[in-house]
């Protein structure tokens, strides 16, 4: 009797025999190399260094594409765009020590973000590891100790017959939900040395999907048959699943409306009669999701930003979907169902009875109108116009991205995405100089759109070097730079907390940036509010990178969460 596990796949006679007369020259980073185009890897993001360069030499001998930034931790940001736009898990390839820890901050976001980024990076050579001081260069007692805290998984290699099993299993990590950032980590001997293994072909690192467990859904689909407002919070965790049809269509049976977390952009139609949009940082939103007797949330651990700030105290029944099995429960009580968001709603759509509430869109109407009136009290029309011209602008197919900026939190609650994974941001883990470098990466990932990346001129001000990596490349990004003359965010929460700003930590002395930008070939306006709509259309429509630069001085909408009952 044959069991389905003893079935093996028989090599072809071509392929038995390139395995049995491999090609001379090869190289354990030619494992790696052969090993990700074998997982389906087109392109990889890194910055060389000493110990990496093992791995930089097989890629000349590979078809990979390789996209190399100046800062290890802005290849980071590239990779982790990369990942979210494709949904792919995204090699980033770095050297040891400072190269490495360098890029912390953006697996950080990556983390937060559930972006699938594999990072392989070189370790000093065997003999200097366990923890000794052998005095080798970059040398650190424990260097993937520095990961562990922040990534899914660590993989450790120390010969090369581990190489190919290392990369596929951190590979499968990366995609399994929740995704995340992975950690390999490779000897500079093992990459340097020759190897006689077969050439990597064929790799198995399908990655699972958590299902629902059928007696959770059956208990969540009867309360919300029966409920009498019922209203939705769809994450982030519903656009990386690709459920947004799913979610569109159980909101419609159950005539529940529906609120995106910022990390959800897009996750519903902004313009649907049931959507409540992103205005979390809003009281009349909470006290809306409040009243909800049943609660949906899908794809959110309910954290800081999509809570208000921890103000939102539901008094309704709460069912949690989440792929993440940390976050169940972990800021309320809920009826949790571990699950990937798509598998959950379909789920939910199979048990599910249809309820009728005519009074939901009209609900829906009203909580609109009383937040456009909350904003429209506070005198913010530059705000406001801004933001409008930055919407009509950008090509509706296009992706952005944004910085820790003021324009960008008024986007998280107040711009229309108008498409699903189009909107990405860093407020995940909240870190400075993510947009530029990010979408670079998207640009990488994908060439027929232009690319929109908002950020701060302080934000600006880490990642001005990548403008030579959008030269070199030739990606198709437009850098929209507010430049208010500091970190303008910090200078209101510092004027708010304590009557006046520390100037010498919040104005900033800075670079004439359409000069700057002009130095690296890359083209450059400097605009006003009033012809902001006009020059980022025509950066956009021109092909390669450019600069947009807007000096103005922007405020931020009134926050709820500090009069919250």
Not at 472 to 481: C, K, P, S
């Amino acid at each position: 009797m044959t069991h389905d596990h003893d079935l093996v796949l028989r090599p072809t006679p071509a392929q038995r025999a390139a395995a049995l007369n491999p090609p001379p020259g090869r190289t354990g980073g030619d494992l790696v190399v052969e090993t990700l185009a074998g997982l389906g890897a087109t392109t990889v993001f890194g910055l060389p260094g000493q110990h990496a360069l093992g791995l930089f030499d097989a890629l000349r001998r590979s078809d990979l594409r390789y996209v190399g930034l100046r800062v290890e931790n802005n290849a980071g940001f590239a990779a982790d765009a990369y990942g979210r736009i494709t949904g792919e898990a995204a090699p980033l390839l770095l050297s040891t020590g400072p190269g490495a820890l360098t890029s912390l901050a953006a697996l950080q976001e990556a983390a937060a973000a559930s972006a699938p980024v594999l990072a392989i990076c070189s370790q000093v050579p065997t003999a200097g590891l366990g923890g000794g001081r052998h005095g080798y260069l970059h040398e650190l007692p424990d260097q993937a100790a520095s990961f562990r805290g922040v990534v899914k998984s660590v993989h450790s290699v120390r010969s090369q017959s581990q190489i190919p099993s290392a990369v596929a299993a951190a590979w499968k990590s990366a995609l399994t939900a929740p995704h995340g950032p992975v950690w390999v980590e490779i000897p500079q001997d093992v990459l340097l040395a020759e190897t006689s293994l077969p050439v990597v072909t064929a790799v198995d690192a399908t990655p699972d999907e958590p299902a629902p467990r059928p007696e959770l859904t059956a208990v969540a689909a009867d309360l919300l048959s029966r409920a009498a407002r019922p209203a939705i919070i769809a994450g982030g965790g519903v656009v990386r699943a690709d459920a947004s049809g799913k979610l569109r269509k159980l909101a419609e049976l159950l005539a529940a409306p529906v609120v995106t977390t910022y990390g959800g952009k897009g996750a519903f139609p902004w313009k649907h009669p049931l959507s409540l949009q992103s205005w979390l940082e809003d009281r009349h939103t909470t006290d809306f999701l409040e009243d909800a007797d049943v609660l949906l949330v899908v794809g959110s651990g309910l954290g800081e930003l999509s809570s208000n700030y921890h103000t939102f105290r539901p008094r309704g029944r709460v069912i949690q979907i989440e792929a993440d099995p940390g976050k169940l429960e972990s800021n309320h009580p809920a009826l949790g169902i571990h699950a990937d968001a798509r598998l959950a709603l379909q789920a939910l759509l199979e048990t599910v009875e249809e309820r009728t509430d005519e009074s939901a869109p009209q609900r829906v109407r009203d909580l609109l109108s009383r937040v456009s009136a909350r904003i429209a009290a506070q005198e913010l029309t530059l705000e406001q116009d801004v933001l409008a011209s930055v919407r009509r602008a950008l090509p509706a197919t296009s992706p952005s991205f944004w910085d820790m900026t003021i324009l960008s939190y008024w986007a998280w609650a107040a711009f229309d995405p108008r498409g699903t994974n189009l909107m990405h941001s860093a407020q995940g883990s909240g870190g400075l100089g993510y947009a530029f470098p990010a979408a670079l990466g998207a640009a990488a990932a994908d060439p027929g759109h232009p690319v929109l990346a908002v950020s701060g001129d302080g934000g600006a001000l880490y990642s001005i070097a990548e403008l030579a990596t959008a030269r070199q490349h030739d990606l198709d990004v437009t850098w929209l730079i507010v430049d208010d003359g500091g970190y303008g965010i910090l200078r209101e929460y510092m004027t708010d907390a304590f009557g006046q700003p520390l100037p010498t930590a919040t104005e900033l002395t800075r670079p004439d940036y359409v000069a700057l930008a002009e130095s690296f070939a890359v083209p450059a306006t400097r605009t006003t509010p009033g012809t902001l709509e006009e020059d980022l259309r025509k950066a956009l429509t021109t092909p390669g990178p450019s600069v947009v630069v807007l000096p103005a001085l922007l405020r931020m909408f009134a926050p709820t969460h500090l009069q919250a009952p």
